[in-house]
């Protein structure tokens, strides 16, 4: 049983003393509070240093590390040669924001387009530590995600009765057990890996399903009047999901949480863990198949049978098993193309297509929650990466924001597919193409015009106010005629290897071939539309 300081620069550190107790009880090794001259004075009588620093929050929501006792603690440990030091950071490092990617890995980099104060302290508090002992000690560094108890506001939040949300907003979030984050501070110890680990359960929450399982109610109050009690960037940890990757933990360190976030949560408020709800399954980026299967006998069912009317072909492309990668196009600037797909794809074949997601759809509340239980990805190679793993099917629009925004008189015109990332993600994760294409759609919003406005682009993350016959003065999408027309596959998986992704004129020739495709079937259709409200273009007399 080895001996391990818990390095107590502040004597009124309580999150140390609190992770002091978690790991004292595991009785793995023997852990001890020290001060840095302590430890330091240890490692000159050559006794074997190994410590653990657990830095004390700067401000009173528990959010931002104090980095100057980081570096005055770090600055008497600069001196130790060869001992093993611990980090308690945090997954806040990340940022927040509608852009931050699911199930974030130890290299991810947050996007500008979210809170960045919070995470810049941690960036900064993860280099004070690299600068004066990166280079002379095996440094461990370990990023929890909310830590259930700690003294955080995240933690403070979940222990009311009646917990204040955000409306129109139902993030995916991780809780940890303070006992699964000192069985990861045992692991770090035992297996002598430096380097950097995220630390949390597999399993995420979504936070309405948290606040039940803890046997709270919510209330929602708008985040306008929220702000003024908190900082807007902490009201975001309960807008947006929150999680990251613990891959590298367990093949590293051997650390696997043993309590799900579920399990954590009922613990945490004192409920058995067995007992509790705490064994429910949740989707991994909140999906509700049941919140779909309800829209699609109502909402989506009257949309499409009697609004829009839309007719379809070629379904039995879409593969009834495994990977694949739907590409479609996007007009109309609102997502109902890709939800009437979405209507379709899983009312004709069982399956639940999951769409990336342009994060600027999930700064509004409602619509935010909207999108994510129908199956919503924030954008990102890594989330396609993980939904094709999962030999689920994952639907993007290539064009971009840009081909939503597309004058009317353009509509139907496909433009260039940016940077092909749908060719690389099919290719990595060895899934067929399947291209499809509405004609129909561009009608419910066709852009006349456009007001350019930084206020409303930064608002929004749209490219424009777009001006149409009803919007923005009356949102209402008009009751064009669709068709929906679903390409045979292309069987990319079956012609390249994965390291094909690599090969930027393999890359640039399967785009371009899915393009051509597209645009074939997109005038072939428009030759048979004789109305943009009436009649049908599959009917064979429509020829």
Not at 392 to 421: M, N, S
Not at 509 to 514: K, P
Request: charged share 20%.
């Amino acid at each position: 049983m080895a001996r391990i300081a818990i390095v107590e620069s502040k004597p009124t550190n309580v999150w140390a003393e609190a992770v002091l107790r978690a790991l004292s009880a595991r009785q793995k090794n023997e852990y001890y509070l020290a001060s840095p001259s302590e430890i330091f004075r240890q490692a000159e009588r050559n006794m074997e240093t190994a410590c653990v620093y657990v830095p004390p929050f700067s401000d009173h929501e528990g959010t931002t590390p104090d980095l100057h006792d980081a570096e005055a603690a770090f600055q008497q440990l600069a001196g130790i040669q060869n001992a093993v030091v611990v980090l308690i950071s945090s997954a806040l490092i990340y940022g927040i924001g509608p852009g931050r990617q699911a199930f974030a890995k130890e290299d991810y980099s947050p996007p500008g387009n979210g809170g960045k104060r919070i995470c810049d302290q941690w960036n900064l508090l993860e280099r004070i530590t690299t600068k004066f002992l990166g280079q002379k000690v095996r440094l461990t560094i370990l990023r929890p995600v909310t830590v259930l108890p700690s003294p955080t506001v995240f933690s403070r939040w979940l222990s009311h009765g009646l917990i204040r949300t955000l409306p129109g907003h139902d993030p995916c979030l991780q809780f940890l057990s303070l006992n699964d984050l000192a069985e990861a501070v045992d692991c770090a110890i035992a297996q002598k890996q430096s380097g950097v680990f995220n630390v949390a359960p597999d399993a995420v929450v979504p936070l309405h399903a948290a606040i039940r399982i803890a046997g709270s109610h919510r209330m929602a109050i708008a985040r306008t009047l929220q702000r003024l009690a908190r900082r807007s960037e902490v009201l975001d940890h309960f807008r947006y999901s929150w999680t990251i990757s613990t891959r590298k933990a367990r093949e590293e360190l051997g650390f696997v949480a043993r309590r799900s976030s579920a399990a954590a949560l009922a613990e945490f408020r004192g409920r058995d863990p067995r007992q509790a709800p705490a064994d429910m399954q949740f989707d991994d980026f909140g999906m509700d198949k049941d919140y779909i299967r309800f829209y699609g006998k109502t909402l989506f069912r009257f949309l499409s049978d009697l609004y829009w009317r839309i007719e379809d072909r070629g379904l039995e492309h879409v593969p009834q098993e495994g990977r694949a990668v739907l590409v479609g196009m996007h007009r109309g600037f609102m997502p109902w193309d890709g939800v009437m797909a979405l209507n379709l794809v899983v009312r004709k074949t069982g399956r639940y297509p999951r769409f990336l997601t342009h994060p600027g759809l999930l700064k509004f509340p409602f619509l935010a929650n909207f999108m994510t239980k129908l199956g919503g990805v924030v954008a990102s190679q890594q989330s396609a990466d993980r939904v094709l793993q999962s030999n689920e099917i994952v639907g993007i629009f290539p064009e971009g924001i840009q081909g939503a925004f597309t004058f009317y008189k353009h509509a139907y015109q496909l433009q260039e597919f940016g940077r092909d990332a749908f060719v690389k993600m099919a290719l990595r994760n060895r899934a067929p193409i399947v291209p499809f294409v509405t004609v129909g759609s561009a009608e419910i919003f066709p852009i006349l015009g456009k007001i350019k406005s930084r206020l409303w682009t930064r608002y929004t993350d749209w490219p424009c106010v777009p001006l149409t016959p009803t919007f923005p003065l009356l949102p209402i999408p008009l009751p064009s005629k669709w068709h929906t027309q679903f390409l045979p596959p292309i069987h990319i998986e079956k012609d390249y290897p994965p390291e094909a992704e690599r090969n930027r004129s393999v890359v640039k020739a399967i785009s371009l071939e899915v393009r051509t495709q597209m645009q074939q079937a997109v005038n072939e259709m428009l030759q048979r539309r004789r109305s943009i409200f009436f009649g049908s273009i599959f009917e064979p007399e429509a020829g």
